[in-house]
């Protein structure tokens, strides 16, 4: 077994429910990873500037599969991001008004968005995943490149809510859950696992060399992609079912111990 890349989600996967891992532990394993000249993806549906805040040390070393694939960056260096018309902007808009989700965030290249009339409260739960988040008075008007929507809903309303997003905006925008009640959209096509394809390429690593840890829907193409794929416990039941491996829950450092094991047998 040769493993080139490891590829991690964060919330519920590398981040306990505190949002923190163990860095000290963790500035080890990157260590040996170094030294085996083995990749570290992160892999989120989050914003870049929240991802890298994790990494503040040693983000230049890292490389970015931010909001679910639509932004990635090796390092600092951008290598790729994708872009939604002005038309489908205002298309979905009208569609997700009439759906009144708790949160709606607009995310693009500079920033993320949110009207200006929302709550204190939804902007600083907002915040904590996209610090670099801005209150305009219209969400048609944005002056940057948009590449996904990110909304939050009741969580017992999310399986339902993913399917009528999914009939509405069907061939335009994919919907998939990233977790807690919140939901992504997506531009088809546009995943995890397009984000590390991408990479694979630039780096010349095969499916089978990628170790890649899951929890929530927006993982099921990654998890799906490589050869040694990892569920959480607290994983959601399609990603258990389509990882080859199961481990333990994110407030044990499941995915340290396990990266951990595999450089003992790189």
């Given at each position: ?151 939050s809903f009741e969580e017992n309303t999310i399986s339902n809510t993913l399917k009528l997003l999914n009939m509405k905006l ?97």
């Amino acid at each position: 077994m040769t493993i080139k890349m490891i590829a991690v989600d964060m919330d519920g996967t590398f981040l306990n429910d505190q949002k923190k891992y163990d860095e000290e532990r963790f500035r080890k394993i990157f260590t040996q990873m170094n030294e085996q000249s083995i990749k570290f993806v992160v892999a989120s549906g989050n914003q870049y500037y929240q991802l890298r805040s994790f990494f503040l040390d040693y983000h230049e070393h890292i490389s970015f599969v931010a909001e679910n694939g639509a932004y990635i960056l090796e390092g600092t260096t951008p290598l790729y991001n994708g872009e939604m018309s002005k038309k489908l902007i205002a298309e979905v808009l009208d569609q997700l008004y009439s759906m009144t989700p708790e949160n709606l965030i607009v995310c693009g290249k500079k920033g993320a968005y949110v009207h200006e009339d929302i709550t204190s409260d939804i902007y600083e739960s907002a915040k904590q995943y996209y610090p670099k988040i801005k209150k305009v008075s219209s969400l048609y008007q944005i002056d940057d490149t948009i590449f996904k929507f990110a909304l939050s809903f009741e969580e017992n309303t999310i399986s339902n809510t993913l399917k009528l997003l999914n009939m509405k905006l069907a061939g335009r925008l994919t919907a998939v859950s990233s977790g807690h009640g919140d939901i992504d959209l997506i531009i088809p096509g546009i995943h995890k696992a397009n984000g590390l394809k991408l990479l694979q390429e630039r780096w010349l690593i095969n499916e089978n060399e990628i170790a890649a840890f899951g929890d929530s829907g927006n993982d099921l193409e990654m998890i799906q992609h490589v050869s040694f794929s990892y569920a959480m416990g607290n994983a959601q039941p399609a990603i258990k079912k389509a990882a080859k491996y199961q481990i333990g829950d994110n407030n044990t450092d499941a995915v340290l111990k396990t990266i951990e094991q595999l450089l003992k047998t790189n």
